[in-house]
């Protein structure tokens, strides 16, 4: 496992301290391990969703949407 160190803006650390304080997670880090998957899981969507509009501009014989 990787350990990272992370500097955030006050406000956003006011928030994920909220949140933690709420009990809308556990930890701090919980937080960071959520926010981190959903991140890559959206941008995956949007790469694959990406490759396949090009795929289709290709087929139809125009360029690439970007």
Same mark, same amino acid.
């Given at each position: &496992? /990787?350990?990272?160190? %992370?500097?955030? #803006? =006050?406000?956003? *650390? @006011?928030? !994920? =301290?909220?949140? %933690?304080?709420? +009990? %809308?997670?556990?930890?701090?880090?919980? !937080? !960071? @391990?959520? *926010?981190?998957?959903?991140?890559?899981?959206? @941008?995956?969507?949007?790469? &694959?969703? @990406?490759?396949? &509009?090009? =795929?289709?501009?290709?087929?139809? +014989?125009? /360029? #690439? %949407?970007?």
């Amino acid at each position: &496992m /990787k350990t990272l160190e %992370v500097e955030l #803006p =006050d406000e956003i *650390a @006011r928030e !994920v =301290d909220n949140a %933690v304080r709420a +009990g %809308v997670f556990e930890s701090v880090v919980e !937080v !960071v @391990r959520v *926010a981190l998957r959903e991140f890559i899981s959206r @941008r995956r969507f949007e790469l &694959m969703e @990406r490759q396949q &509009m090009e =795929d289709i501009a290709w087929a139809l +014989g125009s /360029k #690439p %949407v970007k």
